[in-house]
């Protein structure tokens, strides 16, 4: 963008654009959003369709893999009397998976959710019609042929990929395109886990980027079709049901969540990192990455044969850990078994969620901890630790709060889960710099920041930013007159020359160079020009009143980096504003954060201090 010349198009100037924005509120709520909440509705139905058949298929695999017969009864993989040959289940699924990575699409490799959040950064929320379909059928096989993941991270790009279909097929923009494709993913999981509350807020914490009516609308309606219909479909849940604890949580048992969280915090760190160390060392081989998910197969198959529980989804596993079941060699075979078997598969590249496994994770170590933390009842510790670790793990831990006691509907625990979950989010955000999720992100070059706050430019208005012009021009002048007014010194670095009447209204604007020109062909013609006749009327304007952010939304509009301030309703002008006057706004941002001071002095406290500014 050009800074010497502005207000530069004639058909760029003429007229004042005036955005919905300018009608202030609390938000801006277009009324497309009317549009997309329809189209959620079906978004949701196809989303709990995809659950159910993603479900069905994971045992068909499981049976056909493990028990030889075509059937789509729920059955644990861990049940089989295969023995020793158990361990070509998972190589020959992970087999199968290679190839149709390789020969269908490379987009269903992986947890899921990061490539639904790369789709929605960088693909213009587009996703492949067949990853709809080949994504949930790897997955199938990938769970049901062992592999230690959950049904949730598939679900979820299978619903976001339905919700994005549905969106190519109509008008709309990338925006509108991200909603829908969030709604399809909020509805999978909501389906998945009878749980529409966690899934709304699973997408707000990490898919939509933002908090806003166009968005929550559609999602929440997606998300509660999808939780209707799971319970036809599926059965109306919870999926771990609790024994309910008692209603007053003393003292004690409050600062056990907290440490509880802190521990499960540290925990994540290693557990996040163990999937791109292996990542990392299959990456070292010296064959395609087809062939790694087969490797990694041999890894789980062997884990599977000395702990059977670690294989497959581990729905029911964590079902009894939160019920109470804290076997010593139950907790360990999951924190040393599953967690190496998952680690091992999720790095070679093959198909399957993370929530599933951390969840296990989680829920194994709060287990373990209740050998040490005061007895607070059945499953009580398993519970923080399930709802911490995937606080710590994902950066969720809104949801990480409201999922676990969804799953349990053991409501009397939300406050040692809001202990617990803000406990290991506070570790992992201060000790790692990406989520487990992210990391996927930012080893493709991208940069993913999850922090909401208020935009700065919502906080300043024109008025408080613009300057008093150098020099004015009198509409009623000469060509000559103008031209001498902006000769001076004075006014030398003021680009844009506003041109008022004798009561101080605007009537246009003219650049200095375009003064400069006219002036010289004027001059060598010899003729008086009357500045009317070159200022261009009619200019485009920032209102005095207009927020920061409106003024900037029509600086990239319109392609001007300054613009005259004017007097709401009668069109005084009262000054110039500029882009690098918006950096006011930004800089008054920075200061409320780096500005320290003392504004309260109490006796025996030491005397107030002046502020301090720290370096950022």
Not at 180 to 197: Q, S
Not at 411 to 438: D, E, F, H, K, Q
Not at 584 to 599: G, P, V
Request: glycine residues 10%.
């Amino acid at each position: 963008m050009n800074n010497v010349e502005d207000q530069r198009d004639g058909n760029k100037t003429t007229g004042s654009t005036k955005p919905p924005q300018e009608k202030l509120g609390d938000f801006y709520v277009p009324l497309s959003v009317l549009r997309i909440t329809a189209l959620a509705f079906p978004i949701g139905a196809l989303a709990a369709l995809a659950a159910l058949v993603l479900l069905r298929l994971i045992a068909l695999f499981t049976n056909i893999f493990y028990f030889g017969r075509f059937s789509a009864a729920q059955i644990d993989p861990g049940q089989n009397h295969l023995g020793w040959l158990a361990i070509l289940a998972p190589v020959i699924g992970g087999l199968i998976v290679g190839v149709m990575a390789r020969y269908g699409s490379d987009r269903i490799r992986g947890h899921g959710i990061p490539e639904a959040i790369e789709s929605i950064l960088l693909g213009g929320s587009r996703i492949e019609p067949k990853v709809a379909v080949l994504k949930p059928l790897s997955a199938a096989i990938s769970i049901g042929s062992g592999g230690p993941f959950g049904a949730e991270g598939p679900i979820i790009v299978t619903g976001g990929a339905f919700g994005s279909m549905i969106a190519q097929m109509f008008h709309l923009t990338s925006a509108e395109r991200k909603t829908l494709l969030v709604a399809g993913a909020a509805a999978g999981m909501a389906a998945t886990f009878a749980a529409p509350i966690a899934s709304v807020l699973l997408a707000i914490e990490l898919l939509l980027f933002e908090r806003k009516p166009r968005s929550i609308i559609p999602v929440a309606v997606a998300a509660a079709t999808a939780a209707l219909l799971r319970q036809y479909l599926l059965g109306p849940g919870p999926i771990f049901p609790a024994i309910a604890h008692a209603q007053l949580i003393t003292p004690m048992a409050l600062l056990g969540s907290v440490v509880a969280g802190i521990v499960c915090g540290l925990v994540s760190i290693p557990l996040s990192n163990s999937v791109y160390y292996f990542e990392d060392l299959f990456g070292k081989l010296p064959v395609h990455w087809m062939w790694w998910p087969a490797m990694g197969g041999v890894i789980v198959g062997i884990g599977g044969l000395f702990f059977p529980q670690a294989l497959g989804v581990g729905y029911d596993i964590i079902g009894e850990l939160v019920k109470g079941d804290r076997m010593l060699h139950l907790v360990l075979g999951i924190l040393i078994v599953k967690w190496l078997i998952w680690a091992v598969a999720l790095g070679s590249g093959t198909s399957g969620g993370v929530l599933a496994p951390v969840m296990m994770i989680g829920a194994a170590l709060g287990g373990l901890m209740s050998y040490v933390l005061p007895d607070m009842g059945p499953g009580f510790w398993a519970m923080i630790g399930l709802g911490a670790m995937l606080s710590g793990t994902l950066r969720v831990p809104m949801t990480a709060i409201v999922f676990t006691v969804e799953e349990t509907h053991d409501w009397n625990m939300l406050l040692p889960l809001l202990l617990g979950c803000v406990a290991a989010y506070a570790v992992t955000t201060i000790m790692l710099r990406r989520s487990i999720l992210t990391e996927k992100v930012a080893r493709r070059g991208y940069h993913v920041s999850s922090e909401y706050a208020v935009d700065p430019l919502e906080l300043l208005y024109a008025r408080e930013v613009m300057e008093p012009p150098a020099v004015i021009l009198p509409a009623d002048s000469t060509l000559d007159l103008a031209a001498e007014i902006a000769s001076t010194d004075a006014t030398r670095n003021q680009r844009l020359l506003p041109v008022v009447d004798e009561l101080g209204l605007l009537e246009g604007v003219i650049t200095r160079g375009e003064l400069q020109t006219k002036y010289k062909e004027a001059h060598a013609a010899g003729k008086t020009v009357s500045l009317r006749e070159v200022m261009r009327a009619r200019p485009v304007v920032a209102e005095s009143d207009d927020p920061l952010r409106v003024v900037v939304n029509r600086m990239a509009e319109t392609g001007l980096t300054r613009m005259p301030v004017v007097q709401p309703g009668n069109g005084k002008f009262l000054g110039l504003i500029s882009l690098d006057d918006l950096l006011k706004a930004r800089s008054r941002h920075l200061e409320e954060e780096q500005r320290r001071e003392q504004t309260l002095w109490l006796p025996y406290l030491g005397p107030a201090r002046s502020s301090v500014k720290t370096n950022s």
